[in-house]
């Protein structure tokens, strides 16, 4: 099994990301169930605005996508701005429009990881998913891990410390269900319509 983490900070990779740090944490526990993964920052890659699966010269898009169709697990790991997933996650589902009238991304399972210090973590994972699951991702139960700071803090996820009985443990259950559900698709594939 193989996971794909899209990290979708606003900062490129010479800033500390905690979104990203997420994403990490989330490709460790799914370690422990035999997946493999990799992290891409997104905002590292060049990936232009659009909704096909290539925007011409220099879009980093089409590199993406081809790790995501090798990919069985799809974790979109963003911050919440303003009650919402970042305008980088919000591209990511932009380009990934271009597959709804297709299957290519059927049988893949999707879950995302929210950090951030105000509220609406519930509402960007209900966006995020709803999204994924409208270009065939298959969305397990408990598919979201998310830590939200005080409302106007300044504390931020990679500085809390550890949090084991809360955000560790939804991150734990977020890689054993997607695990386990990516390998039942991958035994018995969705049938061809």
């Known amino acids: 099994m193989r996971a794909l983490v899209l990290g979708c900070s606003l900062k490129s990779s010479g800033s500390e990301s905690s979104s990203e740090l997420l ?19 997104v905002a590292d890659l060049g990936v232009k605005f659009g909704v096909s699966a290539d925007e011409g010269e220099g879009d980093g898009w089409p590199g993406v ?22 305008s980088v996650a919000k591209m990511v589902l932009e380009r990934l429009d271009a597959e709804i ?7 893949k399972v999707a879950a995302v990881a929210v950090v951030g210090n105000e509220d609406g973590a519930h509402h960007v994972v209900a966006e995020v998913l709803q999204g994924l699951n409208d270009v065939g991702f298959t969305i397990p139960a408990g598919a979201s891990t998310y830590w939200v700071g005080e409302a106007m803090g ?12 809360t955000t560790g443990a939804a991150t734990k259950s977020l890689a054993a269900n997607v695990a386990h559900v990516a390998r039942l698709l991958a035994d018995s594939p969705f049938p061809a319509s």
């Open 23 to 41: 994403g990490r944490e989330v490709l460790a526990a799914l370690a422990d169930h035999d997946v493999e993964g990799e992290v891409l920052r």
């Open 154 to 165: 300044k504390l931020d996820y990679k500085d809390a410390g550890p949090k084991p009985d």
């Open 101 to 107: 009238s297709g299957t290519s991304m059927y049988g």
């Open 65 to 86: 996508r081809e790790k995501l169709l090798n990919a069985q697990i799809l974790i979109l790991a963003t911050p919440i701005w303003m009650g919402q997933p970042s």
